[in-house]
């Protein structure tokens, strides 16, 4: 009895269907295409890992020590002097590496004390992991257009996502400096996920972070930023990304991630630490993702289908005006595989989400495949 009563309170029994399993069907009709299957379904990355960056990993793995969750003052440096030059905002800033940027979106609710009777907001279209954070922190979970539709709410935490995932939309320095002055005038913590914040593809709107002194007028109290290496350096497989932000947030976040162990594995932070150093890996990677993108989406707007936003990050958002599983499985008939769009909230329903996280030959192939 007291074995089922422990299993009946289990966290897991609170989420939902994980969203993945429902494509398998979809995944067995794609590959019996005569040429095989081609995967646009999840964002991992395809290329190689830069060398650089692999000879820092081989030259840190033989130390036998545990790493600290904080990392060397090399690592801090590093990520403080990225985020100046990419963000605008001072070299000083308070930083935190992360064991990937997926464990911290999970975990960051309950590791601000966000609990029972408390709700954390996220984007209505979003990845799905938001939510699953505030489940597992047992607070009410409010998918919203605005973060500011949450207001009245016992709200804590609002997250946003800029450029977004799956429709690629950013926001401007004006929308992003009404929601810190809400936020801040709410008692709200902003949470800033970020990690698409260097795949812009339109000039005249470009990706816009959080951190900018533009948007926070250099005071960034109550506000928190996080980044990724899996896209900009192909290393999804290191589990390499950082917080920064506020550093009276960060400091409460590293004493709690201490006490639980959260530490990157050293030969990863001197990996981070390489690639953080060099630009010319990640430019040569966005601009394979530019060119990827420029045949993928002429191939599928001739195709037929609408193409919402996506003016940054690694994901076409497109419609033909249908429910988006009669979208995937028209794909699937073809051989491709595209994600549904309900995977990110119920008002995703009549889109597909394509990946540009495929080699060149693939996306060519789909490409000729969508004629």
């Excluded at 709410?186 to 795949?199: F, H, M, N, P």
């Excluded at 976040?253 to 630490?273: D, K, N, W």
Aim: aromatic share 8%; hydrophobic share 40%; glycine share 8%.
């Amino acid at each position: 009895m007291a074995l089922r009563r422990l299993h009946s309170a289990s966290p897991a029994r609170r989420l939902p269907r994980f969203p993945w399993d429902r494509m398998v069907p979809f995944k067995e009709r794609a590959a019996a295409h005569p040429g095989g299957i081609v995967d646009l379904t999840v964002g991992a990355p395809v290329d190689e890992v830069p060398e650089s960056i692999r000879q820092a990993l081989i030259e840190a793995s033989g130390r036998p020590g545990y790493p600290t969750v904080a990392g060397p003052a090399a690592l801090r440096e590093a990520m403080q002097s990225w985020l100046h030059r990419h963000t605008g905002v001072a070299e000083d800033v308070a930083v935190l590496p992360t064991v990937g940027s997926k464990e911290l979106v999970a975990n960051l609710p309950f590791q601000l004390g966000i609990g029972p009777g408390e709700s954390v907001a996220y984007p209505e279209i979003a990845y799905p992991t938001y939510e699953i954070g505030a489940i597992l922190a047992k607070a009410e979970a409010l998918p919203v257009a605005d973060p500011r539709d949450a207001a009245g709410s016992r709200l804590r935490l609002a997250w946003i996502n800029y450029p977004t995932n799956p429709t690629g939309e950013v926001a401007s320095v004006e929308y992003l400096r009404d929601l810190v002055r809400w936020a801040r005038d709410s008692g709200v913590a902003l949470a800033s996920d970020e990690c698409y914040l260097t795949l812009g593809w339109d000039e005249d709107h470009p990706p816009v972070s959080i951190l900018d002194p533009r948007v926070n007028d250099g005071d960034l109290t109550g506000l928190l930023a996080a980044h990724s290496l899996s896209k900009r350096s192909n290393l999804a497989g290191y589990r390499s990304a950082f917080l920064a932000g506020d550093p009276e947030l960060i400091a409460d976040l590293l004493e709690i991630r201490r006490h639980s162990g959260f530490m990157v594995p050293l030969a990863v932070q001197q990996a981070t630490i390489a690639a953080l150093h060099d630009e010319s890996h990640a430019i040569e990677q966005r601009a394979r993702y530019e060119h990827r993108r420029g045949v993928l989406r002429q191939a599928v707007e001739a195709a037929g289908f609408r193409i919402d936003h996506s003016t940054a990050g690694l994901y076409l958002w497109a419609t033909r005006g249908e429910d988006c599983w009669d979208s995937v499985q028209w794909l699937a008939e073809r051989g491709i595989l595209a994600a549904a769009g309900e995977f990110y909230g119920a008002k995703g329903n009549q889109h597909v989400r394509l990946s540009l996280t495929a080699t060149d030959e693939a996306i060519a192939d789909a490409a000729q495949r969508l004629k």
